[in-house]
């Protein structure tokens, strides 16, 4: 009995652990998102950018970091989130801001689906090649299908309603920005529900022995396709918002360069954790952003000489090796 009770007092500590991280990460991210509004009145564009591939860094890392899946192609389902919306307004004249943010989840969803159904009869090094092949063949019918997508001329034309029939959106950016960070919190609560739930830690554990899940009763391919789907919902949301935004979709939304992007802003904050995938995409893009206006000659050196850096001497990436050595701490104290 006392065994029983000590082990109920340990769940309900950990759950309340739990919580609070959760509500200190919601707390961040609104901290962060009032201090870029009044901090960076002029460049709101950019902040609304860098929330956009936040979700599709997210979405990469439920995938890789939490389910073990190898791509270098997930852009293709942020791509085809952005053109899903961005051809409801354009070409339907649906221009309600919501609608078509449910256009791009369920044009991300329908792509992940497509796309994990190939990558995942594969393992390592072919799901790779599969997964820069898809990459490559979305570019290439995007670009074919210019009488819908506008193929390297881009689509053009969306134009978003009011939210709500009330918030325009100016040329400053202030409305799409709030429109950002009230859909970036909306999925990151989602999220960490999600990683939680027995289908987020059935996904860990086919990471970690797929055999022994196996061995389980469970199917790994079906709950692995699940994820991808779920996977792509998430990037069509910044797909979405990428195209509401910025009022054009551009072959580059399906570019290999974006997917090996979002790959490396994961790995430099940290895979399997969602603070991580946010903080590796806010430094990356922030110190990009610094540094090719600083020096427009040699910027790419200093990015390679920083990643290479955090290889190196933080192997789990920012966050997780601030994390780390933060719970080290926490152990080692009396």
Known sequence: MTLALQDKEILIQRRRTALSRDLGGIAVIIAAAVIGYF???????????????????LSLDL??????????????LFGSGAYAAGILSAHYGINDPLLMTLAGILGGAIAGLLCGAVILRAHGLP???????LINLFHEFANKASSWTGGSDG????????IFGLFEFDLYGHTAYVFAVALLLIVFVLLRLLVRSPFGMLCRGIKEDPLRIR?????????????????????????????IS??????????????????????????????????GTVIFMLFEDYVSA???????????????????????GLYGTAAAFVARRKEARP
């Open 215 to 243: 061995a389980m009763g469970a199917s790994p391919q079906a709950a692995l396709a699940k994820m991808y789907v779920l996977s792509g919902a998430v990037a069509g949301v910044g797909g979405a918002l990428n195209a």
């Open 39 to 57: 901090a960076f009145p002029d460049n709101l564009a950019l902040l609304t950018r860098i929330i956009a591939i936040a979700l599709l860094v």
């Open 246 to 279: 910025t009022q054009v979709v551009g072959l580059d939304s399906l570019s290999f360069t974006q997917s090996a992007e979002a790959l490396v802003m994961l790995v430099l904050g940290g895979t399997g954790s969602l603070f991580g995938a946010l903080s």
């Open 294 to 316: 600083a020096n427009p000659f040699h910027w790419l050196t200093m990015i390679g000489a920083l990643l290479i850096a955090v290889v190196l001497f933080a192997p789990k």
């Open 63 to 76: 995938v890789t970091g939490y389910a073990g899946i190898a791509t270098l192609g997930h852009a293709a």
């Open 155 to 162: 689509l053009s034309g969306i134009s978003p309603d009011p």
């Open 127 to 133: 799901q790779l090649v599969l997964s820069i092949a």
